[in-house]
């Protein structure tokens, strides 16, 4: 018995897309389950959770992710189940933006820019995030496998 999914997913860029969409918009091909896409991205619930927040706040994390290409899983939110970002956001709809470990740095800083830029009086933080490395020529968070930073450039010997 083949597993339903709430979401598909383009076999070419790996975006993810509701239902109702059934051709990527970047790649104009058809969309596939998520298990029919390879190289499976684990569901939410095994994964980090850098934002909770409304559309635009969560297309433009996804934008900047998918620029670096790391990959990410947006998903919607139930409010019951997020009630802090009900008090910042208000009664909208809301979406997760979640990553695996290896996203995680780089998430959160552009999390943080987006808080920073968006809400500057609210003094929004990104979720904790624990001892994270810095690129030393332009200071991005980078995962504790990097070996290239994924804003400037920059290579690191190993």
């Known amino acids: 018995m083949a597993e339903e999914y709430d979401f598909q997913i383009c076999p070419s860029c790996k975006g993810e ?3 109702a969409v059934s051709r990527c918009t970047e790649c ?3 969309l596939v389950a998520p298990d029919e896409a390879g190289g499976n ?3 939410a619930s095994e994964l980090l959770c850098i934002r909770i927040g ?3 706040w ?4 996804s934008d900047g992710l998918e620029e670096r290409e790391i990959v990410h899983r947006v998903e919607p939110v139930d409010p019951a189940e ?3 970002a009900v008090d910042l956001f208000g009664k909208v709809e809301l979406f997760g933006l979640y990553v695996d470990e290896s996203g995680e740095a780089v998430a959160r800083h552009l999390d943080g820019a987006l808080a920073a830029q968006a809400l500057p009086e609210a ?3 990104p979720l904790p995030e624990g001892d994270v490395e810095s690129c030393p020529a332009c ?3 980078l995962a504790a496998d990097a070996t290239e930073c994924p804003d400037c450039g920059l290579a690191f010997g190993g």
């Open 123 to 125: 003094q929004v933080e």
């Open 41 to 43: 991205f684990p569901p």
């Open 17 to 19: 897309f509701t239902l």
């Open 28 to 30: 104009d091909v058809d």
């Open 82 to 84: 997020a009630p802090e």
């Open 58 to 61: 969560i297309q433009a994390l």
């Open 139 to 141: 200071e991005t968070p």
């Open 54 to 56: 409304p559309v635009p």
